[in-house]
C-alpha cells in the first residue's frame, strides 16, 4: 500500500500569512499514463470534506487561488498563500494512483 | 448538481450488520467514469477509505475490510449501499457516501470529487 505521511500534524498560523503542509507518499505516485493522482481535501469543522486540488496542482472549482498545490513522485505540497479565517480546517491528501487508496493522517490549521 | 445522501441506523450491536444506503442525484451511477462508495472518519481521526464500485463489476475495497464489507449498486433507484458484517467499537465512524471520479475517455481524474453529509453509526450493545 502506498502509506501517505503528512506533516505538520498541528500547523499555527497568523491570519494573512503563508501556510505550507507536506505529505509524502512511501512510492512513486506517478501512474502508467504519466499522470500523478495526488488530491488535496479540506474538511472544516462538522463538515464533510472538499476536494481542492486534483492531480497534483488543479484547483477545483470556486477554489480560491490562494491555494496551490505542487511536487512531484513522492513529496508533494500543499500551500496557503495568506491565510483567512475560513481556512481553518484539517487538511488531508490523498492518492487515487494506486489501489488500495490512501489519505495522509491530516494537517489541523490553527491560529496562532 | 451531483448530490449524494446517507441514510441507516445510527446504532448498531456488536456482532450484527451494519447497513447504509447513499441516494444519489443529479447523475446517474452507471455513468462513464464515476465510482461509487464510502469513506469513513471514527470520531476526532482521519479518513479512511472504505471501498469503491463501478457500474461493470469493477469491484475494490480496502484490505483491512475487505472480508466484512459489500458495496451494491440499485441501478433502479439511483442508490448504493454498504454492508459491514460483524461489527465492533472500532467501526463507530462517520460514514461518507461519495463519488470516485474515474475516467473519461482520455482525460483521468482518480479523486473524491463529491460527498454526502456523512452519517454517525455507534456500534454499542
Known amino acids: 500500500d502506498a502509506v501517505m505521511t503528512q506533516s505538520p500534524l498541528s500547523l499555527p498560523v497568523t491570519l494573512g500569512q503563508p501556510a505550507s503542509i507536506s505529505c509524502r507518499s512511501s512510492?512513486?505516485?506517478?501512474?502508467?499514463?504519466?499522470?500523478?493522482?495526488l488530491n488535496w481535501f479540506q474538511q472544516r469543522p462538522g463538515q464533510s470534506p472538499r476536494r481542492l486540488i486534483y492531480k497534483v496542482s488543479n484547483r477545483d472549482s470556486g477554489v480560491p487561488d490562494r491555494f496551490t498545490g505542487s511536487g512531484s513522485g513522492t513529496d508533494f505540497t500543499l500551500e496557503i498563500s495568506r491565510v483567512e479565517a475560513e481556512d481553518i480546517a484539517v487538511y488531508y491528501c490523498m492518492q487515487g494512483t494506486h489501489w488500495p487508496l490512501t489519505f495522509g493522517g491530516g494537517t489541523k490549521l490553527e491560529i496562532k | 448538481q451531483l448530490q449524494l445522501q446517507e441514510s441507516g441506523p445510527g446504532l448498531v450491536k456488536p456482532s450484527e450488520t451494519l447497513s447504509l444506503i447513499c441516494s444519489v442525484s443529479?447523475?446517474?451511477?452507471?455513468?462513464?467514469?464515476?465510482?461509487w462508495g464510502w469513506v469513513r472518519q471514527p470520531p476526532g481521526k482521519g479518513l479512511e477509505w472504505v471501498g469503491s464500485?463501478?457500474?461493470?463489476?469493477?469491484?475494490h475495497y480496502s484490505p483491512s475490510l475487505i472480508s466484512r464489507a459489500t458495496i451494491s449498486l440499485d441501478t433502479s433507484k439511483n442508490q448504493f449501499s454498504l454492508r459491514l458484517t460483524s461489527v465492533t467499537a472500532a467501526d463507530t465512524a462517520v460514514y461518507y457516501c461519495?463519488?470516485?471520479?474515474?475516467?473519461?475517455?482520455?482525460?483521468?481524474?482518480?479523486?473524491?470529487?463529491?460527498w454526502g453529509q456523512g452519517s454517525l453509526v455507534t456500534v454499542s450493545s
Open positions: 461519495a463519488r470516485l471520479e474515474g475516467c473519461t475517455g482520455i482525460n483521468c481524474y482518480w479523486g473524491f470529487d463529491s
Open positions: 464500485v463501478y457500474y461493470n463489476g469493477n469491484n
Open positions: 443529479g447523475a446517474s451511477i452507471i455513468s462513464t467514469g464515476s465510482y
Open positions: 512510492q512513486s505516485l506517478v501512474y502508467t499514463d504519466g499522470n500523478t493522482y
